[in-house]
């Protein structure tokens, strides 16, 4: 099992930033992709970003130029650094690992919440 702690959310106005953390912990001794999600209310779930283990990363077209995903694999935290943010982000954001070995295999946090709003 792995846990994720996501922090980092709030509230911003338009043009700002904010930096998202997931910390996990537990059993992580497989290799895993790490995502971010959203959830913007009325919508599906959608990838926002995400880094492979092997530092692979992708991002949804929207935020490209915007947000940007990093790791500190020291500390197993990642981290999804927001900027130019945009009311349309509003949203709840998760964070995810994949088990790059066991496909179909994967671990949520509890969410953020991010809001945009002037």
């Known amino acids: 099992q792995v846990q994720l702690v996501e922090s980092g959310g709030g509230s911003v106005q338009p043009g700002g930033s904010l930096t998202l953390s997931c910390a996990a912990s537990?059993?992580?001794?497989?290799?895993?992709?790490m995502g971010w999600y959203r959830r913007i209310p009325g919508k599906q779930l959608e990838l926002v970003a995400e880094?492979?283990?092997?530092?692979?990363?992708r991002y949804k077209e929207a935020v490209k130029g915007r947000f940007t995903i990093s790791q500190d694999k020291v500390n197993n935290i990642v981290f999804l650094h927001m900027n130019m943010l945009r009311p349309e982000d509003t949203a709840l954001y998760y964070c995810?690992?994949?088990?790059?070995?066991?496909?179909?295999?994967?671990?949520w946090g509890q969410g953020t919440q991010v809001t945009v709003s002037s």
């Open positions: 995810n690992a994949e088990d790059e070995k066991d496909a179909g295999t994967d671990f």
């Open positions: 537990g059993s992580l001794s497989s290799l895993y992709t």
């Open positions: 880094i492979s283990s092997g530092g692979g990363i």
